[in-house]
């Protein structure tokens, strides 16, 4: 904890920079699973702030599951977000993915719908018209939010997706009810804060650090027939890259 340091100079009141740092020494492995934290007044000493900006702060935390109350004279007890390293050599959804990991995969589904978007017709190849199927997911492993997931899928050749329910795997119901393999991907990542639709499903007090992944999907025929923006929890995914020599 002698690693956390409050500024006037820093973006962000006092209780959520106090917030993201200690949040920050969990994700990094600073702080591990039982770790014990100062109690709030033991800490507001420390750091010489007041002990309301420190009770804002570990409220912010527990609110978010990342720690919880401990025993005795008010410390708390710091939950560590599964921390994952999954490999990136083919191409396969969040549920198998989970699977290999030795988790139990779960999606809350938040929007399901067949949309007409000009820009992401566009994506596809598709004249604005297009029919879309649009899919906002929230996808968690162990019953952990891992991902914000926003995904369109090319109804013009996979026309049977109107009926999938939002339920299982989204490849395979192509497989099975639509005959569609899915077989390669072009994919990119990049670092972003998270936004406030992803703190609020993250269960984030204040931006967070998160891996932003777009991906094209493309069929055994070299069809595109998905377009994904998945944002990951930058505190949960470290992943890996195999690469050929």
């Not at 200690?22 to 591990?32: D, E, T």
């Not at 649009?134 to 013009?156: F, I, K, Q």
């Not at 269960?203 to 998905?226: N, V």
């Amino acid at each position: 904890m002698k690693r956390i340091e409050l500024s006037e100079l820093q973006p962000g009141p006092f209780y959520a920079q106090l917030q993201q740092q200690i949040q920050a020494l969990i994700a990094n492995g600073s702080l591990s699973e039982g770790s014990q934290l100062p109690s709030e007044r033991e800490l507001a000493d420390a750091l010489k702030i007041s002990r309301t900006t420190v009770k804002r702060a570990y409220d912010a935390l527990r609110d978010a599951d990342v720690i919880a109350s401990g025993q005795g004279r008010g410390g708390t007890v710091v939950k560590r977000m599964p921390r994952v390293s999954p490999v990136m050599s083919r191409l396969k959804g969040f549920t198998e993915e989970m699977q290999e990991l030795g988790m139990t995969p779960s999606t809350r589904l938040m929007a399901l719908q067949v949309v007409h978007e000009r820009t992401i017709a566009s994506i596809f190849g598709r004249p604005s018209h297009a029919p879309l199927l649009h899919v906002r997911r929230l996808r968690l492993g162990n019953d952990s939010p891992m991902s914000l997931e926003l995904a369109w899928y090319d109804l013009t050749l996979a026309p049977e997706l109107e009926e999938w329910s939002g339920e299982g795997s989204i490849y395979a119901w192509l497989r099975e009810r639509c005959g569609i393999h899915m077989a390669d991907a072009e994919q990119s990542i990049e670092a972003v804060m998270s936004s406030a639709q992803e703190m609020e499903a993250f269960g984030f007090d204040a931006p967070m650090p998160c891996l932003l992944i777009k991906r094209k999907s493309l069929d055994a025929q070299s069809r595109l027939i998905e377009y994904v923006e998945g944002t990951f929890r930058g505190d949960a995914y470290a992943y890996r890259v195999r690469l050929a020599g």
